[in-house]
T-cell receptor
Framework: EAQVTQNPRYLITVTGKKLTVTCSQN?????MSWYRQDPGLGLRQIYY???????DKGDVPEGYKVSRKEKRNFPLILESPSPNQTSLYFC?????????????FGPGTRLTVT | AQSVTQLDSQVPVFEEAPVELRCNYS??????LFWYVQYPNQGLQLLLK??????LVKGINGFEAEFNKSQTSFHLRKPSVHISDTAEYFC????????????FGTGTQLKVEL
């Protein structure tokens, strides 16, 4: 089954404790992206990657890091989480090329930073 | 830069009634337009998209949307809703050649009541 998976689905952590949220897709997509969803703000892009070893900042990159060493994986790293990073996080992927191709979303990771 | 406005944060409607969820966008260039649905505790799923051509676009689950360039709108409609349509709906825009970036609206919570 074609899908985007994220782990963990739920995470409660404390301020300053480094964490990684994994994202993996099995559709051989070149493009991957991370979003955060906050009430009243919709989804905002954190980082994206056009292909292996190619990443760039989205609209709200502060406090986050990413890496793209393999095509299928795009982990999101919070080196020193803070309470304002409490949010619902989504990973998405799509193939590049073509017109208006659909992005496929993972099920989300709900992060709480205390 | 492009932006999306969803003026209605919540829309209550009775089952079998028609519904319209409003979406307006702003862009200095041509755009691609999307509607995504998020069911409780799930990721986002594409409902429909407008790339070019016919301004009336039909999607899954009986939804349709009409692109109106002069009013810069892309409203989502369904003639008769079901309880199972209760979800959050997001309008999104991307720009051709814009690096695959999706800009989302703030979402509309559709609540279908008996």
């Amino acid at each position: 089954e074609a899908q985007v998976t994220q782990n963990p689905r739920y995470l409660i952590t404390v301020t300053g404790k480094k964490l990684t949220v994994t994202c993996s897709q099995n559709m051989n997509h070149e493009y991957m992206s991370w979003y955060r969803q906050d009430p009243g703000l919709g989804l905002r892009q954190i980082y994206y990657s056009m292909n292996v070893e190619v990443t760039d900042k989205g609209d709200v990159p502060e406090g986050y890091k990413v890496s793209r060493k393999e095509k299928r994986n795009f982990p999101l790293i919070l080196e020193s989480p803070s309470p304002n990073q409490t949010s619902l996080y989504f990973c998405a992927s799509r193939p590049t090329g073509g017109l208006g191709l659909e992005q496929y979303f993972g099920p989300g990771t709900r992060l709480t930073v205390t | 830069a492009q932006s999306v406005t969803q003026l209605d944060s919540q829309v209550p409607v009775f089952e079998e009634a028609p519904v319209e969820l409003r979406c307006n966008y702003s862009s200095s260039v041509s755009v691609y337009l999307f509607w995504y649905v998020q069911y409780p505790n799930q990721g986002l799923q594409l409902l429909l998209k407008y790339l070019s051509g016919s301004t009336l676009v039909k999607g899954i689950n009986g939804f349709e949307a009409e692109f109106n360039k002069s009013q810069t709108s892309f409203h989502l409609r369904k003639p008769s809703v079901h309880i199972s349509d209760t979800a959050e709906y997001f309008c999104a825009v991307s720009v051709p050649g814009g690096g695959n970036k999706l800009t989302f609206g703030t979402g509309t919570q559709l609540k279908v009541e008996l």
